[in-house]
């Protein structure tokens, strides 16, 4: 069973940083493109940035400069390195990636900046 499981989420001070992880599990075959996702209470969730199989990166224009998205095809993982957090950052973040034709999700985890 393909589960993708995305952690790192916390508190953090305004202008801190933090880095989440996403591992995707159940399959042995190569996530070609991975996504960050992010959802604030009353509001849809938008896209933040993705990284392909190119590894080309592209980034939302409200985290550009501040957030880094990487990958390690060996664990079959991506990353989000966020600085200079504000508390506009603060959401739910979700890793996405397309698996043999379906798109998994993971869980979510949650990040909250204090200003």
């Known amino acids: 069973q393909v589960q993708l499981v995305d952690s790192g989420g916390e508190l953090v001070q305004a202008g801190g940083s933090l880095k989440l992880s996403c591992a995707a599990s159940g399959t042995t075959l190569s996530v070609p493109h991975w996504s960050w996702y992010r959802q604030a209470p009353g509001k849809e969730r938008e896209w933040v940035a993705g990284i392909y199989s190119s590894g080309s990166t592209k980034y939302a224009d409200s985290v550009k400069g501040r957030f880094t998205v990487s990958r390690d095809n060996a664990k079959n993982s991506v990353y989000l390195q966020m600085k200079s957090l504000q508390p506009e950052d603060a959401a739910v973040y979700y890793c996405?990636?397309?698996?043999?034709?379906?798109?998994?999700w993971g869980q979510g985890t949650q990040v909250t900046v204090s200003s």
């Open positions: 996405s990636a397309p698996i043999r034709g379906r798109t998994y």
